[in-house]
């Protein structure tokens, strides 16, 4: 997102909040009816299996799946709306928060004071729909040092690249623990599938973004339509910390792998911890990573409008191919 374009969005949050000031503060109950929306009328052979019927806004996610994650700060108030329903119930915990209704249809999440993990639950009972959010409450860095509760991070850099909001230094960390880390971020997903490989005997510490579940979410239904039934994704690499992508040999500072919206996938279907042979020739190769990308880049976006990275590898010694996805901000394939 450009500067901008967040500047407005601080604006709309700034905007929704004072909108707030003073309503009543419940966890439950029905928010008024929305006016109609022309939007209502768009078609439901478009929706996946998994795609709910209500179409909630969390902030700035549009979210497709009945159950996805998000992570905000402490405290922070987040306005969640949903533009084709009119009786709506949210629920919010019990890991804490509140969600208040507000004008217009619209409520407003707050979320806890103190960092850890919540849920959001929206039902509209009249579409027979329901979404479960997993808000991961996120424990605040303010990347002074270079480790948190022992736990190493290493260093961000300071000045974000082309002044992308993406690529400005995390405001917190998911805080790992026994019981979040094989938690269900989306239908076919888990936390634990996305964490940095170094591991600790401490606390753990990740990122995982929204926008990247959600894509591949899209991508594994794209290829159960194509015939290839996966239960999910094979993720050989999601967040790394600066120090592991340095521990690693990785020289380049700005991986988005850092950033947590980076993913490197395969598919692998029979659990052989190996890509898929995908193209069906009998060979397993990088023209198999290739035929994912395709997938991805017509789930995502039709005539490179995908704005992320995608990126093809062939096989090593010590793994098959696979495919580098990430939501950067602007194209970039390879
Ligand atoms: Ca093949």
């Known amino acids: 997102m450009s500067v901008l374009l967040r500047r407005a969005a601080a604006l709309f949050v700034c905007l929704t909040a004072v909108l707030f000031l003073g309503a009543p503060t419940v966890s439950t109950g029905s928010g008024p009816a ?9 078609p439901a052979a478009e929706k996946a299996d998994d795609e709910p019927a209500i179409r909630l806004r ?21 306005p969640l709306t949903v533009a084709n329903a009119s009786e709506l119930s949210v629920r919010v915990g019990p890991g804490g928060g509140e969600a208040v209704p ?14 850890g993990t919540t849920t959001v639950t929206v039902r509209s009972p009249g579409r027979d729909a329901t979404i479960r959010l997993q808000v991961f409450v ?8 270079t480790s948190i509760d022992g736990y190493r991070i290493g260093r961000y850099q300071p000045r974000a690249r082309r002044g992308l909001t ?12 026994e019981r979040n880390r094989d938690l269900r971020v989306s239908p076919n997903f888990r936390l634990s599938q996305f964490l940095c490989k170094q591991g600790g005997p401490g606390p753990e510490f990740a990122l995982i973004d929204t926008e990247l579940i959600q894509a591949l979410e899209a991508v594994l ?3 159960r339509e194509r015939g290839h039934s996966a239960p999910t994704l094979h993720v050989m690499s999601g967040f790394r910390t600066p120090f592991y992508n340095r521990s690693i040999g990785n020289t380049t500072v700005y991986s988005r ?8 996938i395969f598919v692998d279907a029979d659990n052989n911890g190996w890509m898929d042979d995908l193209t069906g020739d009998g060979r ?28 093809t590898y062939g096989p090593a010694s010590h793994r098959g191919p696979f495919v580098h996805l990430d939501f950067r901000g602007y194209p970039a394939r390879w």
């Open 34 to 42: 929305f006016a109609a929306d022309l939007r209502d009328a768009s």
């Open 58 to 78: 969390f902030g700035d996610h549009s979210i497709r799946s009945s159950v996805m994650t998000v992570s905000v700060m402490p405290g922070e108030s987040i």
């Open 102 to 115: 507000g004008l217009g249809g619209q409520w407003l999440f707050r979320a806890p004071d103190a960092p």
């Open 138 to 145: 996120l424990q605040p860095w303010d990347h002074r040092g």
């Open 166 to 177: 993406s690529y400005e230094r995390p405001r917190g960390f998911v805080r790992v623990t």
């Open 221 to 223: 239904t794209a290829l």
């Open 257 to 264: 792998h850092l950033y947590g919206d980076a993913a490197d």
């Open 284 to 311: 397993v190769t990088e023209a198999d990573a290739r035929y994912l990308a395709r997938v991805i880049q017509s789930t995502l976006g039709e005539g490179g409008t995908f704005e992320g990275g995608l990126g």
